[in-house]
T-cell receptor
Framework: QQKVQQSPESLTVSEGAMASLNCTFS??????FRWYRQHSAKGLEVLVS????GEKEEGRFTAHLNRANLHVSLHIREPQPSDSAVYLC??????????????FGKGTKLSVKS | DTTVKQNPRYKLARVGKPVNLICSQT?????MYWYQKKPNQAPKLLLF???????READTFEKFQSSRPNNSFCSLYIGSAGLEYSAMYLC?????????????FGEGSKLTVL
């Protein structure tokens, strides 16, 4: 069963400083990685999807994937107070079947101070 | 419209009473999911429908029921709520049956059991 660890548990950054979040996963066959975020008492929204090693940028959000190291990270450029939320990492394996088990990490709580 | 709607947004229930949560989407997605999210914990998949086929997780098999009367609607039913059911319940939908499709989440239904 996939195990997902996120670090740090919480992170406080100043507005405009880069925020970096980390995620390690246990299943080296994972081939789909998404970062979601959840604002307080809200649903989850997807930020970045990455499927191969390297980098994927979506606006101010950049994901870095290194499957050999079982590691995927999220970097937020010029974070704003509105980016304060819980960020969730979700690695999964597309096996072509009906397995819809998307495994999430516990999340990193990001606070951006103005 | 990529909106997934959930009702009610907030639900207060007494121990032992039933709870019914509703989810709808108009994206004609094949798959609809229910997750349970507690503070500082990863979202936990409870069950999902692929078309008319219901899949329930083994450890929550007897605690949650669901129905999908048509493609757009999916409900989550708790027959007898316990204190441990207090959580945010997140509905999501995706195209296709695999975990690789992007999940679109609703804003959640926050259940408090007293």
């Amino acid at each position: 069963q996939q195990k997902v660890q996120q670090s740090p548990e919480s992170l406080t950054v100043s507005e405009g400083a880069m925020a970096s979040l980390n995620c390690t996963f246990s299943d080296g066959t994972s081939n789909n990685f998404r970062w979601y975020r959840q604002h307080s008492a809200k649903g989850l929204e997807v930020l970045v999807s990455i499927f191969s090693d390297g980098e994927k940028e979506e606006g101010r959000f950049t994901a870095h994937l290194n499957r050999a190291n079982l590691h995927v990270s999220l970097h937020i450029r010029e974070p704003q107070p509105s980016d304060s939320a819980v960020y969730l990492c979700a690695p999964s394996l597309d096996s072509g079947g009906s397995n819809a088990k998307l495994t999430f990490g516990k999340g990193t709580k990001l606070s951006v101070k103005s | 419209d990529t909106t997934v709607k959930q009702n009610p947004r907030y639900k207060l229930a007494r121990v032992g009473k039933p709870v019914n949560l509703i989810c709808s989407q108009t994206m004609n997605h094949d798959t609809m999911y229910w997750y349970q999210k507690k503070p500082n914990q990863a979202p936990k998949l409870l069950l999902f429908y692929y078309d008319k086929i219901l899949n329930r997780e083994a450890d929550t098999f007897e605690k949650f029921q669901s129905s999908r009367p048509n493609n757009s609607f999916c409900s989550l039913y708790i027959g007898s709520a316990g204190l441990e059911y207090s959580a945010m319940y997140l509905c999501a939908s995706s195209r296709g049956q695999g975990a690789t499709g992007q999940l679109y989440f609703g804003e959640g239904s926050k259940l408090t059991v007293l």
